[in-house]
């Protein structure tokens, strides 16, 4: 398992596992690029399961890691939409609010 880095100042303000999360994502985006599904001028999305966010975070359940990606997308730290083209699809795809990435390590 990879090792963790956050910013413990932001873990004070919208807490830990959030700020955890947030930053594993914005890892992924950032250093496995053959995971973003859709780029634009201004972000880049990942297309990431439930399940695959598992492998990430072997330490949570499934039900956490959907409590905190409700919590961080209910706050809008966190930006997620259906970017699929077949309707069937119901994969999300999830980038950090332009506002946060400032709070992230890189």
């Known amino acids: 398992m990879k090792e963790i880095h956050f910013n413990p100042e932001l873990a004070t303000v919208i807490g830990l596992k959030e700020a955890v999360f947030m930053q ?10 053959n995971r973003i599904y859709h780029s634009d001028q201004r972000s880049e999305w990942l297309r990431i399961t439930q ?3 598992l492998e990430y975070f072997p330490f949570w ?15 809008n730290y ?27 390590k890189k």
Do not use: H, Q
């Open 78 to 104: 966190v930006l997620k939409e259906n970017r699929n083209s077949d309707k069937m699809d119901m994969t999300l795809s999830y980038r950090i609010a332009p506002s946060m990435i400032k709070y992230l």
């Open 51 to 53: 399940d695959e966010f």
């Open 61 to 75: 359940s499934k039900k956490t890691i959907r409590t905190i990606i409700k919590s961080c997308t209910d706050s």
């Open 24 to 33: 594993v994502l914005n890892d992924i985006i950032t250093f496995e690029s």
